[in-house]
């Protein structure tokens, strides 16, 4: 796919946003990354990238997929600032979140960046955490752990990483836990055979905000090799590859592998990085109006601008 915006040669170090939009969105039935969740109909990827422009980010790479990449392409080359500088990279199969950010690789460099999902809306707080964090340089890749309760909506399930963090404030391990929902008494259940089935409000769980340095990239070109071997480190196919298994390589199991030793190399880090935000996404079309009511109520309180821009005023 095509790439717009100006040079990023003189940015340096300057973390780069990478927004994971290749999903087919089968339980949601549409293109999820452009739900109108914003008061004046602005989409997830609008109000996300707001939030990291906000937190000094001015350089995104979209990775998207064949079938719904080029509606977003349209909707990003129309509504998004000229000011901001956008790669758009193709994930031509989908093989994971891990493979899609081999997909960004040759445009990102040996640069540190932050890695989003296109159907959540994290929070500027919670941006802003993660990008200090890459831009103080500490040699540890970082994850923004929310808790379970403010990272729902609706009652519908859902899947949740658990976060186990170490005394040392790093992580230890993501356990995956499915069939997580908000029961009518408001407690917090995962319906999926396992113990505990009750899950405390406060557990912190991981909604795929990752900040990465250029350390991790042998990492995931390993993990995704182990599975795929036809994938190049670029996350490309050879033209007479054998069409690859439908297994997906998922980044949070990349990095447990990581910080458990259990890929090739050192063991490296990854920092928690506790938040008090609310992170809004959408997974059935029963959440939508349910997380457009909670973005305004975020608006209303103050916790997130109404506008992802400029507002028309100022533009």
Not at 10 to 17: C, H, K, N, T, Y
Not at 100 to 114: D, Q, S, T
Not at 284 to 304: F, S, W
Request: overall charge negative; some cysteine.
């Amino acid at each position: 796919m095509s790439s717009a915006g100006g040079s990023s040669a003189s940015r340096g170090d300057r973390p780069v946003l990478v927004l994971l939009a290749a999903g087919l969105a089968t339980r949601y039935g549409g293109v999820k990354p452009l739900a109108p969740l914003g008061l004046h109909g602005e989409a997830v990827v609008d109000l996300t990238v707001g939030d990291a422009r906000a937190a000094g980010i001015d350089e995104v790479v979209a990775v998207l997929g064949p079938r719904t990449g080029p509606a977003i392409a349209y909707h990003l080359a129309r509504t998004w600032p000229a000011d901001l500088t956008v790669h758009q990279v193709l994930q031509p199969v989908p093989l994971g979140t891990a493979h899609a950010l081999l997909c960004a690789r040759p445009v990102l460099g040996e640069r540190p960046f932050v890695v989003v999902n296109g159907d959540d809306v994290y929070g500027p707080d919670a941006l802003a955490l993660v990008v200090d964090h890459l831009r103080r340089g500490p040699a540890e890749h970082a994850l923004v752990a929310y808790d379970l309760a403010r990272s729902l909506v609706g009652d519908g399930p859902v899947t949740r990483g658990t976060v186990q963090v170490a005394d040392d404030g790093l992580l230890a391990w993501i356990d995956e836990r499915r069939q997580v929902r908000r029961r009518p008494d408001g407690r917090f259940e995962a319906a999926d055979g396992r113990e505990p089935a009750e899950l405390d409000p406060s557990t912190p769980v991981s909604v795929n905000l990752f900040g990465c340095t250029p350390a991790i990239w042998p990492a995931v070109a390993e993990a995704v090799a182990e599975v795929h071997p036809q994938v190049r480190p670029d996350g490309s196919l050879p033209a007479d590859a054998e069409p690859p298994s439908p297994t997906e390589v998922l980044l949070p199991e990349v990095l447990c592998a990581l910080v458990a030793g259990k890929l090739p190399g050192e063991v490296q880090a990854v920092r928690v990085l506790r938040t008090e935000a609310r992170c809004v996404g959408v997974t059935h079309q029963a959440d939508l109006p349910l997380a457009k009511a909670a973005i305004a109520e975020l608006v209303a309180t103050g916790q997130r601008p109404e506008w992802p821009w400029a507002s028309p005023q100022e533009a």
